[in-house]
Antibody, heavy 116, light 107 residues
Framework: EVQLVESGGGLIQPGGSLRLSCAASGFTVSRNYVSWVRQAPGKGLEWVSVISIGGNTYYAESVRGRFTISRDNSKNTLYLQMDSLRAEDTAVYYC??????????WGQGTMVAVSS | EIVLTQSPGTLSLSPGERATLSCRASQNVISGFLAWYQQRPGQAPRLLIYGASNRATGIPDRFSGSGSGTDFTLTITRLEAEDFAVYYCQQYGSSSWTFGQGTKVEI
């Protein structure tokens, strides 16, 4: 079964750092584009970042320079390192597999709350 | 960046009725890279349609997508109870993905 499971969310103070993980099963992360997508409470979906098959990384303007996407091929796991966190980064963070320009597999999400 | 505008914001319908949701892009969407998702409360989004008109695996045929260029439509024929949810359109272009703001289909 193709599955994504996120972890690492929590409550963090503004300016702090957090690393999210996304463990994949049923497919190989390094052979796919995989993204992070977030959803602020009561709001819509926002694409955050993607890592390509070749390891190239791309970011939304709102997080560029603060967030870093990476993967560990040996663990078949995707990561999102989030630094200099702001209140507006508060959201449920989903990892999702990219296919045909769309996101065809989603994790259940992990909540990140940035507050003092 | 391509901006997607969905309308209406809320659609109030009854089970068995037909729902027509619109998604308009600020620029042409490349090669039909337009997708639709359903999100029920407390759940992750689920891919319904990709490539503007292709149903994802396991999606019932009462869901259909159409359109090209800047105007796209998701149609749900004969609404069922589990179809009342929020629907998002999404486009891909130039290593960036954007979503519309969503349409809520309510009873």
């Amino acid at each position: 079964e193709v599955q994504l499971v996120e972890s690492g969310g929590g409550l963090i103070q503004p300016g702090g750092s957090l690393r999210l993980s996304c463990a994949a099963s049923g497919f190989t992360v390094s052979r796919n584009y995989v993204s992070w997508v977030r959803q602020a409470p009561g709001k819509g979906l926002e694409w955050v970042s993607v890592i390509s098959i070749g390891g190239n990384t791309y970011y939304a303007e709102s997080v560029r320079g603060r967030f870093t996407i990476s993967r560990d091929n040996s663990k078949n796991t995707l990561y999102l390192q989030m630094d200099s966190l702001r209140a507006e980064d508060t959201a449920v963070y989903y990892c999702a597999r990219n296919g045909e320009g769309a996101f065809d597999v989603w994790g259940q999400g992990t909540m990140v709350a940035v507050s003092s | 960046e391509i901006v997607l505008t969905q309308s209406p914001g809320t659609l109030s319908l009854s089970p068995g009725e037909r729902a027509t949701l619109s998604c308009r892009a600020s620029q042409n969407v490349i090669s039909g890279f337009l997708a639709w998702y359903q999100q029920r409360p407390g759940q992750a989004p689920r891919l319904l349609i990709y490539g503007a008109s292709n149903r994802a695996t396991g999606i019932p045929d009462r869901f259909s997508g159409s359109g090209s260029g800047t105007d796209f439509t998701l149609t749900i024929t004969r609404l069922e109870a589990e179809d009342f949810a929020v629907y998002y359109c999404q486009q891909y272009g130039s290593s960036s993905w954007t979503f519309g703001q969503g349409t809520k289909v309510e009873i």
